[in-house]
């Protein structure tokens, strides 16, 4: 089965340090691999996705994520992290088998502590 | 554009009423979908559709129905509340089915079943 794994429940940083939030996926075929963020009371907003190309992928607000395909991980990082970076952040795979379905983890709460 | 919206932002019903969440876009996004966030357990596919007048099921659609009789329109309904159901819903869309894009969140509706 398809499957996406957050396996931090929440991740503590200092401003100005760099940042790592980990994903790993289980999935058959070329994932399409997506970040997500959501701010506290809002809905999702996209962040970067993965599809083809370059392993190394470059989203908003000056995140980017590593596609690592022989760890199956597409680890979402940012090289100085801010206040304003504090929120919940989903890893999601397209479900290979229907187009447009999402598969997503957990989720990991970010808190950047100035 | 508005982009997706919502409504109502919250919700208390009392065991078995039923009620409607409304979802609506103005984007002419093809693709429509009904998430259900609850903790712990990331965002979890209820509905979905990929264009006006078919809708499927996704993995957790036992309880709720729903129909697509415009592009712009993706209500979503209780048919018999149940506290199982206390959630925050999502709806989201996305361009055209298979392209792989991102998708695009409202802001959600916290719903409570007493």
């Known amino acids: 089965a398809q499957s996406v794994a957050q396996p931090e429940d929440q991740v503590n940083v200092a401003e100005g340090n760099p940042l790592t939030v980990k994903c790993t996926y289980s999935?058959?075929?070329?994932?399409?691999l997506f970040w997500y963020v959501q701010y506290p009371n809002r809905g999702l907003q996209f962040l970067l996705k993965?599809?083809?190309?370059?392993?190394l992928v470059k989203g908003s607000y000056g995140f980017e994520a590593e596609f690592n395909k022989s760890q199956t991980s597409f680890h979402l990082k940012k090289p100085s992290a801010l206040v304003s970076d504090s929120a919940l952040y989903f890893c999601?795979?397209?479900?290979?088998?229907?187009?447009?379905?999402?598969?997503f983890g957990t989720g990991t709460r970010l808190q950047v502590f100035p | 554009n508005a982009g997706v919206t919502q409504t109502p932002k919250f919700q208390v019903l009392k065991t078995g009423q039923s009620m409607t969440l409304q979802c609506a876009q103005d984007m002419n996004h093809e693709y429509m979908s009904w998430y259900r966030q609850d903790p712990g357990m990331g965002l979890r596919l209820i509905h979905y559709s990929v264009g006006a007048g078919i809708t499927d099921q996704g993995e957790v659609p036992n309880g709720y129905n729903v129909s697509r009789s415009t592009t712009e329109d993706f209500p979503l309904r209780l048919l018999s509340a149940a506290p199982s159901q206390t959630s925050v819903y999502f709806c989201?869309?996305?361009?055209?089915?298979?392209?792989?894009?991102?998708?695009?969140f409202g802001p959600g509706t916290r719903l409570t079943v007493l």
């Open positions: 993965y599809i083809t190309g370059d392993n």
């Open positions: 999601a795979v397209r479900d290979p088998n229907n187009t447009d379905k999402l598969i």
């Open positions: 989201a869309s996305s361009r055209k089915p298979g392209l792989a894009g991102e998708q695009f």
């Open positions: 999935v058959s075929g070329n994932p399409y």
